[in-house]
């Protein structure tokens, strides 16, 4: 959202980056808190049902993106930051429920630290 309203070169490269960093490190960590606790016969399963959300959410939402866009990209990044607050509110939540990090480690992965 930020960068959508930055109003000077400096602040949108700086955030241009800032978003970079965070979607390099954000994947392996949200991976492996989604697989923490499931059972290895569901996981493919679940990462599976995920992937395809989310390409049903970028097609789904794309379009109405591009609309915007057309009419005003610095809106358009907007409305997309203000789409990403759903789940930012969610993650918050497992955080502060305790449910991040918790779960007990599968049969297997304990062989494994055999």
Same mark, same amino acid.
Request: no cysteine; glycine share 10%; net charge negative.
């Given at each position: ?9 400096? /602040?949108?490269?700086?955030?241009m980056?800032?978003?970079? %960093?965070?979607?390099?490190?954000? *994947? ?9 606790g499931?059972?290895? %016969?569901?996981? $493919? ?11 049903? #959410? ?7 993106? #591009? ?7 610095? %809106? $358009? ?10 789940a930012? /509110? /969610? ?11 918790? %779960?007990?480690?599968?049969?297997? $992965?304990?062989? /494994? *630290?055999?």
């Amino acid at each position: 959202m930020v960068f959508g309203l930055a109003g000077v070169f400096w /602040l949108a490269v700086l955030m241009m980056w800032l978003v970079i %960093a965070v979607r390099n490190i954000r *994947e392996p960590i949200f991976d492996a808190w989604v697989n923490q606790g499931l059972d290895p %016969a569901t996981r $493919a399963t679940v990462n599976s049902m995920g992937s395809q959300s989310d390409a049903i #959410g970028q097609a789904a939402g794309g379009p109405a993106l #591009g609309v915007i866009g057309n009419a005003s990209v610095p %809106a $358009a990044l907007v409305v997309s930051g203000l789409l990403r607050l759903p789940a930012l /509110l /969610l993650y918050a939540r497992a955080i502060k429920r305790g449910t991040v990090g918790t %779960a007990q480690p599968t049969e297997d $992965a304990l062989e /494994l *630290e055999e």
